[in-house]
């Protein structure tokens, strides 16, 4: 029997963090087939090889601060690339907790925007999210968040653990 099983992008230079997602995942029951990148540039020659022809990516989880190219570079390289690319819904993890990058990150495109957990129970949290983004219906584009969204994004995203969306 063969299984259709969700392609993950992962996108971090910290093997921890890496294989804290991972694990979560698979003890929440999120079963996958996991690609990682270790910096956005690694992760750009992914998303461009011709080989990227036969995978089919169900979500990225993008961290921003990463060597040689940022986060918010590999959301401009996806808002600017084909259809297929740009519909791939990303959920962006890291551990700024700035309104700013929170801001820039849905202008960009992002999906959600989560914090970084100290603990790892609050991974399987994150993991559960990854699970409603990959049964999720095809997002439409959502317009840039109102004051009072921002504003409560601002208190979810300064409470570790917490998830800072707009749906999905």
């Not at 003890?27 to 990227?52: E, K, M, N, S, W």
């Amino acid at each position: 029997m063969s299984f259709d099983l969700p392609q993950i992008l992962l996108i971090d230079d910290s093997r921890p963090d890496l294989d804290l997602v991972q694990e979560a995942c698979s003890d929440a029951g999120v079963h996958a087939i996991f690609h990682l990148c270790h910096d956005g540039r690694d992760a750009i020659q992914f998303l461009t090889r011709p080989a990227l022809e036969s995978v089919t990516l169900d979500l990225i989880v993008l961290d921003l601060f990463l060597p040689r190219t940022d986060g918010f570079s590999v959301l401009e390289f996806l808002q600017r690339s084909d259809h297929r690319l740009g519909e791939i819904p990303v959920l962006v993890l890291t551990g700024s907790g700035d309104m700013r990058h929170v801001e820039r990150c849905f202008k960009l495109g992002a999906a959600f925007y989560l914090w970084k957990p100290a603990m790892y129970q609050d991974y399987t949290a994150i993991a559960h999210r990854i699970a409603e983004l990959l049964h999720a219906p095809p997002r439409t584009p959502r317009p840039t968040p109102s004051l009072v969204e921002r504003e409560d994004l601002m208190l979810n995203v300064h409470s570790p653990g917490r998830w800072a969306g707009l749906g999905g």
